[in-house]
């Protein structure tokens, strides 16, 4: 059985950093994305932040990030971070990791909640001074 489990969420100030983790079980394709997506406190909807796989070419981020955030794996394939730099208040939210073997047509991974089928619990991250 397939499970997703982060970690790392937290308390922060604006301009602080946080290191996000999700760890794979039972999930040993290794050609599978996974995503971090985040739930803002006023909204329901999720938001793609960033997505990546082991055989991808690279990371695909979402808009706002800007450069801010890096999703790396390691060489296990199984545990998946995401280093979050230059926090803003507008980051706060519930950060959840998921997984899927869908991929977009250039081989990269998909950022669209409908694309994933896994998703973990997830981890809190707020920003406030």
């Known amino acids: 059985q397939v499970r997703l489990v982060e970690s790392g969420g937290d308390s922060v100030q604006p301009g602080g950093a946080l290191r996000l983790s999700c760890e794979a079980f039972?999930?040993?394709?290794?050609?599978?994305?996974v995503a971090w997506f985040r739930r803002r406190s006023r909204e329901q909807w999720r938001e793609g932040v960033a997505?990546?796989?082991?055989?991808?070419?690279?990371?695909s981020y979402g808009d706002f990030v800007k450069g801010r955030f890096t999703m790396s794996t390691d060489n296990t394939t199984t545990k998946f971070e995401l280093q979050m730099n230059s926090l803003e208040p507008g980051d706060t939210g519930l950060y959840l990791c998921?997984?899927?073997?869908?991929?977009?047509?250039?081989?990269?991974?998909?950022?669209?909640?409908?694309?994933?089928?896994?998703w973990g619990q997830g981890t809190q991250v707020t920003v406030s001074s």
């Open positions: 039972g999930y040993t394709n290794t050609n599978r994305c």
């Open positions: 998921a997984a899927t073997l869908v991929r977009n047509d250039d081989g990269s991974c998909p950022l669209a909640v409908t694309q994933y089928r896994f």
């Open positions: 997505s990546l796989s082991p055989v991808a070419p690279s990371a």
